[in-house]
């Protein structure tokens, strides 16, 4: 029987900083690729004509694949608490995407479920960080009712 694997712990993944500076290098590639048509002639003849058919169709395929690693991003940065001004800037940002998802998008009940869940999580991850930097207290603010919604929402990944 093989050995389960082991678990991780939060100090071995990677920031939400590092994985926003990951996201903004994927989203600059996919916009590159939304470029390669713009400008682009019509095709002078048949050999040409299937040369732009195989060309849209790794391009679909390039786009479809980067879509997916930050949607991926966007779903694993909402995962993680916030333990830095700098992750909840990446945070607040990868929440202003999905408010705009659920605003420009006809999404099914499921789906924006799962949308306001992470949003609502970036919240509860983004307050304390920014209210500490801001020097705010917790206490007068009641901020410090998070806490129990923040241990909820974000569980050790390992003892």
Do not use: W
């Amino acid at each position: 029987m093989a050995p389960a694997p082991k678990a991780l712990s939060s100090h071995e993944l990677p920031s939400i900083t590092d994985l926003g500076r990951i996201l903004g290098a994927i989203t600059r590639r996919e916009n590159q690729i939304d470029l390669v048509k713009v400008g682009r002639a019509k095709p002078a003849n048949q050999q040409e004509r299937r040369n732009f058919a195989v060309e849209d169709r790794l391009t679909m395929t390039a786009d479809r694949l980067l879509f997916a690693q930050m949607d991926a991003l966007r779903k694993i940065i909402s995962t993680m608490p916030a333990k830095s001004l700098s992750d909840a800037v990446v945070q607040i940002y990868v929440a202003g995407f999905m408010v705009s998802t659920l605003a420009t998008h006809d999404c099914e009940k499921d789906e924006r479920e799962k949308i306001t869940d992470d949003i609502e999580r970036i919240m509860i991850s983004v307050v304390g960080v920014l209210a500490t930097a801001a020097g705010l207290d917790l206490v007068e603010f009641a901020f410090d009712e998070l806490a129990d919604l923040h241990e909820g929402r974000f569980p050790e990944l390992s003892a």
